[in-house]
């Protein structure tokens, strides 16, 4: 088992701009930022819990200042008071959204008000990935980003990357399972045990001290 | 059971007080002052299609709620036409202020641009513990409030305010083991949930076992 993360920056590869704005976006196979290769699956013999999922924060203030103002270190697209990009992150398994709001309809995700990637002591975090997402052997899964504010994305490509100049990004964290451990997280899941490092390897535990205990006595 | 937010902020068209769906550069919304609106359904910012309620098979727990710290935000949750939070004569109150439980967290109390006035990164001060429990068939609020003008420096200016909750999801199995676990008087959360299938899990091996032995070693 191992800790993975992925990191998205909108404006690495095919920059990001306006147009995307309104829309959902696959952090890896949107066409935009730094992408991989083919989607995101897992064989066989993996399977993936995603532990945390983040996006580039938003602040609120008040409508009247004017485009570019800086607040925190982010820039107001608009003159509505909204200062970053306004960004969701939702997650997709196979063709099925994670979050969905009361009426049961999907939703645009976690906001990166709620998840900011990066943290910092201006963009604290109040949501918290629990329980995990479980992505099981064969499954597809993707993270989609939609922002609802027109960002500065073009001006200074360069430092785009900072907060500063609304550079768009994402975060995800996942535990990659695979080989016997896969196996064991799918006995986990059977089993109603919460799937982590720790418990996998009390699994492991108990089946070499299973297999260690010494044979049952023979009957007469 | 799945973990669940809901953003609302008071944006919306400039044309609409309130959309189904998030818009670009939407405009904030005035909110009149010193009255409830349900952040699901109150008519201003986005909204959703329906009253927030749970299905015959669905329970909810309310792990954590937020709102905007300017102007005297504050959120209250009501379950059917029960207010949870009260005053200690049992008299209404407005609910958890946005200065106990910021959103976004770190933001200010007061909505400057000014790097010399923006000086306050608000923690919270408020645990939503004890969870709010919604039972299946509960009609849920979150309702939000405030007490000044949501107008800025200018008149022209409206203060943009959001609000937020987390909760998780049980439904199907999930939602009947957290009735269950209602019943036991043990504390709903993902923990206790997966701690009840395992004993049931466990029951029945144990009960497969005896079977066996009765039947002398044959299945």
Request: proline share 6%; charged share 15%; with cysteine.
């Amino acid at each position: 088992m191992r800790s993975q993360i992925y990191a998205w920056n909108s404006q690495a590869g095919t920059a990001w701009t306006n147009a995307q704005t309104g829309t959902a976006t696959s952090i890896f196979i949107g066409g935009f930022g730094n992408n991989i290769t083919k989607p995101a699956e897992t064989t066989a013999t993996q399977f993936v819990v995603i532990e945390d999922v983040a996006v580039s924060p938003t602040a609120f203030l008040f409508s009247g200042p004017v485009v570019n103002t800086i607040y925190r270190g982010v820039a107001n697209g608009a003159e509505n008071g909204v200062y970053g990009n306004r960004g969701y992150i939702q997650i997709r398994i196979n063709t099925t959204d994670y979050f969905l709001d009361p009426d049961n309809v999907g939703n645009d995700g976690i906001p990166g008000a709620a998840s900011p990637y990066p943290r910092s002591t201006d963009f604290q975090p109040c949501f918290n990935l629990y329980p995990d997402v479980y992505v099981l052997p064969g499954q597809v899964f993707d993270a989609l980003v939609t922002t609802y504010q027109n960002g500065a994305f073009l001006a200074n490509p360069a430092v785009a990357a900072s907060l500063a100049n609304n550079g768009l990004g994402a975060f995800m964290k996942y535990t990659l399972y695979d080989g016997p451990d896969a196996l064991i997280a799918n006995k986990l899941l059977e089993m109603g045990i919460s799937i982590n490092p720790g418990n996998v390897d009390w699994y492991k535990r108990t089946l070499i001290q299973s297999q260690s205990a010494p044979a049952p006595m023979p009957t007469a | 059971m799945r973990s669940q937010v809901y953003e609302w902020s008071n944006l919306a068209t400039a044309t609409q007080a309130s959309t189904l769906r998030r818009t670009v550069d939407a405009v904030p919304q005035l909110v009149p002052i010193n009255r409830e609106y349900d952040i699901f359904i109150g008519g201003i910012g986005n909204n959703i299609t329906k009253p927030a309620e749970t299905t015959a098979t669905q329970f909810i727990v309310i792990e954590d709620i937020a709102c905007s710290a300017y102007y005297g935000g504050a959120v209250q949750v009501r379950i059917n036409t029960t207010d949870y939070f009260q005053n200690p004569d049992v008299t209404d109150q407005s609910g958890v202020p946005g200065l106990a439980s910021p959103y976004p967290r770190g933001s200010s109390d007061q909505p400057v641009v000014d790097a010399t006035t923006d000086y306050t990164q608000l923690l919270k001060s408020f645990d939503l513990y004890p969870d709010v429990y919604v039972l299946p068939g509960q009609v849920f609020q979150i309702l939000y409030s405030c007490t000044t003008a949501l107008v800025g420096a200018a008149a022209t200016n409206t203060i943009v305010v959001s609000a937020f909750v987390k909760y998780t999801l049980y439904d199907g199995p999930d939602a009947l083991i957290a009735n269950k676990l209602l019943e036991l008087g043990v504390t709903i959360n993902p923990n206790n949930v997966d701690w009840y299938k395992r004993t049931l899990i466990e029951q029945q091996q144990r009960s497969r076992v005896a079977a066996v032995a009765t039947n002398g070693g044959s299945a």
